[in-house]
């Protein structure tokens, strides 16, 4: 009984499929118009939407080693010839390199593009990046058909400029959706089994998206120098300002013992020796702490040296010579497929008493 069961089952799956497909066949007109608009409407988006020209380069920054004066060690002898100890330089933590793709996402960053100079080979000018962006959004399918936006967020209050925090960032509308845009056309990626840092920019102009990539790899690789050597730098800065005020303290008590000495030759009263063990005593303090302050400053100078990284560009910035999107074709057969499904599941639910499928 469960064999004949399972037969009549098979039977009744078997007449449902026959029909489906005599369903198809009689409708097959309909599903090819369908079919056929559905691709004229993916050639209809596809011819529309602008080409779009991806660019990178690849960079491999360096890593931090275990022993911080390691390298160092060439300069060793001739440090200790002019009394300079390396045992004191002590290492500075760096960026780390997964931390470099939120760099160039950050909103100083992406502002600094948007400010930048480009020029643009359509219009045969040179033009803000922001405007070259707007322009982009103007020629885009969806704002040709819904046109755009001029809505303002009601709920955000009036804000007085004065009244804005010392080095806060305040951003109209349009800024906050450039800076969006940009955020998903700039970017990096870190490979974490080599180090490789990956910077690409897309555009909808070739040059344009070789010039951001630049651009980015030089602002990345200036931001990490200025991070790791800008606390010594200031040192350098404060221990020149001292040296220079303890030279000139020293090249004045000497040119005062000197001269004492000189005014004072012969002389053997006990007041006139006390004077100059003084002046003696000064020119030996300033000179100590001179020779201090330039000993400290020949360090900061030896420590810039090691703490600046090397950047090396494996796969520097190339004008693309091919468009990276849209993939025309792919849109066109996916929309006819799409049309095709859309179609056959329409004709089939039309036809549903017909078919049985609900007793």
Known sequence: METNQLQNNDAEMTIDISKMFK?????????LIVTIISALLGIFIAINIPNEYASQVQILP????????GGLSKFKSLAGLAGVDLGSLSSTEAVRPDLYPNILQSTPFL?????????????????????FL?????????????GESNEKDKDMPVI??????????????KQDELIKDLQKRVGATLDKKTGVINISAKMQDPVIAATIVRYSQDYLTEYV???????????IKFLEERSNEAKRRYDNALYSYSSYQDRNKGLF?????????????????SYNLYSELAKQLEE??????????IFKVLEPAQIPVKKSEPKRSVMVLGFAFLGLILSVIFVLARNYKELGFFG
Request: cysteine-free; aromatic content about 6%; glycine content about 0%.
């Open 23 to 31: 369903v198809i066949s009689r409708k097959k007109w309909t599903i």
């Open 62 to 69: 360096e890593l931090e080693s275990k022993d911080a004066a």
């Open 111 to 131: 502002m600094d593009v948007l400010n930048m100079k480009v020029f643009v080979a359509k219009y045969k000018r040179s033009m803000t990046m922001s405007a």
């Open 134 to 146: 707007e322009e982009n959004r103007k020629q885009e399918l969806t704002t040709k058909i819904f």
């Open 160 to 173: 007085n400029p004065k009244n804005i925090p010392f080095e806060t960032i305040h951003l109209d509308k």
């Open 225 to 235: 120098v200025k991070y790791r050597t800008e606390k010594t730098l200031k040192d």
């Open 269 to 285: 009263l006990n007041i006139a020796k006390d004077e100059g063990k003084k002046m003696q005593y000064e020119v030996d303090l």
């Open 300 to 309: 900061a100078k030896i420590k810039v040296h090691r703490e600046t990284p």
